[in-house]
Each structure stands twice: as C-alpha cells, then as structure tokens.
C-alpha cells in the first residue's frame, strides 16, 4: 500500500516549466507579430484583394513551365531520386546550378555549390557559417524581414544600412561605409531587391564592392529575384564583378520559375581572394544539418535550369512590368501617396505623408483602415524598416489591379485633409 502511495504521489507533483532555447526565444518574425495584432476583416460587401503576399502562386494567374512539371514527374517516376542525396546535393544538380549561374565575369564548379532547402535555407547557411560572438551584420532598410529574424534567433547584430528612394532605392554608400566595424561578418546585398524591386547598375554595384573592399568584409548577395528585370534594366551578379572581395551568391528556384513551395535554393561560394578556405568547409558541415534538401526537385533540376523557354520568363516579366506601371500610372498624381517606380522583381514601395490626411497616423494605421474599408490588403513597410511606405505585390491579375488601384485612390480621397 505504502509502494502504491508513493507512486500516486509521483504522478500528481507538478512539472516545472521547461525552457524553449535562447535561439527559439529570440526568433521573431516581424511580418507575422504584425498580421497577428491586425483586424484581418475586411469590407462585408468587398471581395479581399491579398496584394500582401511575396508568393507568386496565389491567384492561380502565374503557373510554371510544363517542363518544370514533367521534369518532376521524370523524377519521380524513375525512382533515381527516391534515397538520400548528398548532403550539399546531388553532383549533377549542383553542377547544373553551377553552369546556370556562371558568365562572362564568374565560372563556377559543382563544388561552388551547396544545395538548400529554398532560397530562406541559403540565406540561414550563409549567415551561420560567418557568425562569429559579438558580431554583426549590416543589413539593407527597406529589407527583407527575413533577415534580421535570422540574425536576431542567432544572437547577431542586425545593422541597418539605408536606401535612398529618391534613387530608386539605392545604397546610401556613406552610411554602409558609417556601419561597418571590425565585428561586422558580413554585408547583405539584395538585388533585385524586395521589398522596393529595384535593380543596380553595374556601377552601382562596383561601388558597393569597393567599400567591402576597403573593409574587407565579405558580401552576402540574395539574388532569388535574379535575372528578373524590366525593360531598359540589366541584371549583374555582384560575384561577377569582383575579384577583390569573397561572395556568398544565393539564390533558388522559387521565384523566377514560379514555385515556391518546391523549396530548392543554393548558395555560390566566389572566393577570388582565398579567404574562404573554412567557409567551403563550414558550408558542407552546416549542410548536414538536415541532409540535403528535397530529392526530387534536385533530380528535376538539370532539366528545368536547362529546357525553360525564355519565352516564359519574357511573359512573367512582361505581366509584372505592366502591373506595376499601372499601378505608379494610377497613384502618382494622387495626394498624400509617392509611388517609387521598380525596375523589376515582384513588388513596389508607395510612400505616405500621413500630414495629408485628417486621421491617418503612419503606415501600419493606413494599411489596417484600408484592409477594414476597402478589402485591399498591403503590408506596412515599417516591417522591412521604412516606416510611412507599403509594399504592393505586382503578380496579381490585372483586372484585380486596377480594381485595387481605384479602391486604394477612393481610400485616399475619403481621408484627406479638406
């Protein structure tokens, strides 16, 4: 009796409070702190316009190649790619990426490359593998989000350099200059860039180059939007251009062919300079962290990179070029609004002057009321660190767009001073 007693009481005492990591505590996502204290309602009588989402799938407007989904199939069906793969890929994928990605400035092997889980995994590869104690990074505002979560959950300092939307958002050279020091790990170069959809010139880019030159400081380049640019725009790969400075490239499928959730990105490693004798080491062992990224899409890889029409890129770009000038065509002359025309990518910034308008406090207020009255959904660009701006995604059909635009001018003029 005693025996079972004590068993009893062993059952019922109460468990402590277990920890969650340090690492875990410190991941936070801005985008979705901020959509969690929103009132997501929209107008009862107005169908929701999401033009919020970075996720080209969305309304069903923008499918993939039939050679991106019959490469797929192959995989599949041959059962080649049903075990594991390498932890860093499969050599003939990651060849393929390495010939896909090299040009008349940078020529990269097989092993250049580490295969990850979508562009987002490239990026956490990347930063784990130059994190050092104390250090930080000097990350662009207006920037991806993703970034400084990425550098927070890791215990880095996220510095934020500006850009200069009178520019068309480029680098506000002085200021990275101001924010490096002799922690500083890295510099985070986006282009083409989300959230703004610029897109550098060559010599633009040299000059970001020259100053990780001065400072030897190596460049993180995200260019998932790479190669998708607009009439008149070029894109460069900032590896390309230098042989004074080491780049980590990375990059992916997700965006330029359509599909996100397929989840295959990569990281380039251009080491002109014989710096990155650990790095290429550090990569391989960080890879094994999940051992390897999805088999199946890595076996379609050859094909998709190789077999893609151009044709098919020219619509996409063509489709959001049109988007996007119609929607500065739409709000440029509107009161209280700055629309900053992109070069390419998927989206645009628009400026408030919340002094134009009787009951509008800064972007988070502008973007909620506007979801509440009209059912169009944009997010604040407070979250990518330029408060009194918000992002437009440009992938939507037209017919919604315009729709959109005049719903957003119709806002506007109910909020205006008199």
Partial sequence: MAATGELEAKKSKSWKTVPASQTAMRTVNPIRDLVDQMDLTGHPDKDMIPLSIGDPTVFGNLPTTDVAVQAVIDSVTTHTRDGYAHSAGYADARAAVAAYSSDAGVTYTGDDVVI??????????????????????????????????LADAKGLEARGYKLRPEASWAVDLDDLRRQVDDKTIGIMVTNPSNPCGSVYTEQHLRD??????????????????????????????????????????????????????????????????????????????????????????????????????????????????????????GLDQVPGLTPVMPQGAMYLMVGIDPSAFKDITDDVDFTQKLLKEQSVFCLPAGVFGSPNYFRIVTTVPQPRMKLAVERIIEFVKAHLKA
Avoid at 122 to 139: K, P, S, T
Wanted: hydrophobic residues 45%.
């Fill in 116 to 149: 990850s889980s979508g562009c987002s995994g490239a990026l956490d590869l990347a930063i784990q593998v130059l994190l050092q104690e104390g250090g930080n990074i000097l990350l662009p505002e207006p920037g991806f989000s993703l970034y400084k979560t």
């Fill in 208 to 329: 970001i180059i020259q100053v990780a030159a001065e400072k030897q400081v190596p460049i993180i380049a995200d260019e998932i939007y790479a190669h998708m640019v607009f009439s008149g725009a070029k894109f460069r790969a900032i590896a390309s251009l230098t042989k004074d400075v080491p780049v980590l490239t990375c990059g992916g499928l997700a965006k330029r062919f359509l599909v996100p959730g397929w989840r295959v990105g990569w990281v380039l490693v251009h080491d002109p300079v014989g710096a990155f004798t650990q790095v290429r080491s550090g990569l391989l062992k960080l890879s094994q962290h999940i051992l390897g990224a999805n088999s199946i899409v890595q076996g379609a890889l050859p094909t998709i990179l190789t077999q893609t029409d151009p044709a098919f890129f020219a619509s996409v770009m063509s489709h959001l070029e049109a988007n996007a000038k119609f929607v500065c065509g």
